[in-house]
């Protein structure tokens, strides 16, 4: 289902933020590049995954515009880009301001 007023662009890329976020390996990811950039090889250290697995998991999130990648030489380094995140919160603003007035129109008429 497609929003109202919201252009379809911005809902593709709230789906690829959600379908990014929705993995818990990833989730982890963001975590430990939210205390700086980190190597393709640092970054898979903790996982008990293949190197190549680990990177599916980076490219899913570099696609979603969570992580920017620079390459020197042979290795690739990765760091945090939390601005998408801004996306989800107006989004969750959203929400919940049109949940809570239709929670207070409900509470109004019970009472």
């Given at each position: 289902m497609i929003e109202m007023g919201r252009p379809a662009r911005a809902d593709d890329d709230l789906d690829a933020l959600f379908s990014a976020l929705a993995d818990r390996t990833r989730r982890a990811l963001l975590t430990r590049l939210a205390r700086g950039p980190a190597t393709v090889t640092e970054l898979a250290e903790p996982f008990a995954m293949s190197l190549p697995a680990v990177s599916k998991h980076i490219r899913?999130?570099?696609?979603?515009?969570?992580?920017?990648?620079?390459?020197?030489?042979?290795?690739?380094?990765?760091?945090?880009?939390?601005?998408?995140?801004?996306?989800?919160?107006?989004?969750?603003?959203?929400?919940?301001?049109?949940?809570?007035?239709?929670?207070?129109?409900l509470a109004r008429f019970v009472e």
């Open positions: 899913v999130l570099e696609e979603a515009g969570l992580l920017e990648r620079s390459i020197d030489g042979r290795k690739h380094i990765c760091a945090l880009n939390a601005e998408p995140l801004s996306e989800i919160e107006q989004w969750a603003r959203e929400q919940r301001a049109f949940w809570d007035a239709k929670l207070e129109r």
